[in-house]
């Protein structure tokens, strides 16, 4: 292990030289590049630096065990030698994780879209209390939400709502949130009180840089229409709403959000990339889960994840066997403690493969 934290730390000094030249900062998409490659070696290269001071230290204790013959020195030695062992465990641990190959999606913005599933109008209520439950996990975090396009539902909520999330290694959280969501409840229109099960799905996708994805515009085709719902004087008297079809792919994307007919072209572009990486991208997926006996992140987006049961106050994700007894904290936007036990799992189980 201390051969490859010495072989990562002559590369972090060699990109730390490379930066500093004045002809890398002339040449942006390196420079940028160079420094995300630098910042994710950050956190391993300090735990190596400290890694070692341990390592000198335990054995600065042992040599004055070797050679002191003040008991009291002795004792003070031994005390420390055990902290050190201690954190020296520790340490290993974490860097063991640190060394673990990170999915270079993960760095990356999102785009999130939510879908009513079955249960009629309570499916789109329910859709609705995803899409705020991820408002406020956001603003938890500091990350922006900027809607894309919503289909409202007769009841409340939506049929359908996608929307960017835009802030720090934001997919590698939130790609976790993909797959089925049910909800157990007694709906507002339930006039016996029985408890309904609906759905709703969530799919998060890693938003697509430009030169992550080839698209020719001739590919396109560009629809505007007038855009429908609240929104102002403009709506329903200007072609500012635009429809983009991909050809090749068939896929769809539709943006009415914004007055302005650029912007709303900006934001369905930037979808349409995501839709088309995301084809590659899912084929990258099946290739790592078919590897794996299970997989917490599969990216199939047809599997049934979680279940919130609002009778008995519980959250359960399926994934990993977890119950939680603190929905409305959850549906409040406190998922938080969900993700890091998706990571903490899906991390154990790629330690395994790297091991084995």
Not at 47 to 52: D, I, R, V, W
Not at 68 to 87: C, N, P
Request: a negative charge; aromatic letters at 8%.
């Amino acid at each position: 292990m201390i051969d490859k934290l010495a072989e990562l730390n002559r590369r972090y000094e060699e990109i730390g030289e490379q930066m500093a030249d004045p002809a890398t900062v002339l040449d942006m998409k390196k420079f940028v590049k160079l420094n995300k490659d630098f910042s994710d070696l950050e956190p391993i290269i300090n735990a190596y630096k400290e890694y070692k001071n341990i390592l000198e230290n335990i054995e600065s204790t042992k040599l004055i065990l070797q050679t002191e013959k003040d008991e009291d020195f002795r004792t003070m030695a031994k005390e420390e030698t055990a902290e050190l062992q201690k954190r020296k465990d520790e340490i290993e641990e974490a860097i063991k994780l640190l060394l673990i190959p990170k999915d270079p999606q993960d760095s990356k913005n999102a785009v999130v879209e939510i879908r009513a599933g079955t249960g009629g109008d309570e499916a789109g209520i329910f859709a609705g209390d995803l899409f705020r439950m991820y408002i406020k996990y956001c603003d938890t975090r500091g990350w922006k939400v900027d809607v894309v396009d919503k289909t409202e539902s007769s009841s409340g909520g939506y049929k359908e709502i996608v929307f960017n999330v835009t802030g720090k290694d934001i997919y590698g959280q939130l790609k976790y949130e993909s797959g089925v969501h049910r909800v157990q409840r007694v709906p507002k229109t339930e006039t016996q009180g029985r408890i309904h099960t609906s759905a709703a799905t969530v799919a998060v996708l890693p938003e697509a840089e430009e030169f992550d994805v080839d698209i020719h515009q001739n590919d396109i085709r560009k629809d505007t229409y007038c855009s429908s719902g609240p929104g102002g004087q403009s709506v329903n008297t200007t072609y500012s709403a635009i429809r983009l079809t991909h050809i090749p792919t068939g896929i769809v994307v539709t943006c009415q959000d914004e007055k302005s007919q650029l912007k709303n072209f900006d934001k369905a572009m930037k979808v349409l990339r995501s839709r088309i990486y995301d084809l590659e991208y899912k084929k990258y997926m099946d290739v790592i889960s078919s590897k794996r006996k299970t997989m917490v992140s599969t990216g199939d987006r047809s599997a049934k994840i979680r279940t919130y049961n609002w009778p008995q106050g519980r959250v359960t994700d399926h994934r990993i066997s977890l119950t939680l007894y603190n929905l409305p904290s959850i549906i409040d936007g406190d998922i938080q403690v969900l993700i890091d036990a998706l990571q903490l799992a899906e991390n154990a189980e790629r330690l395994k493969e790297e091991v084995g």
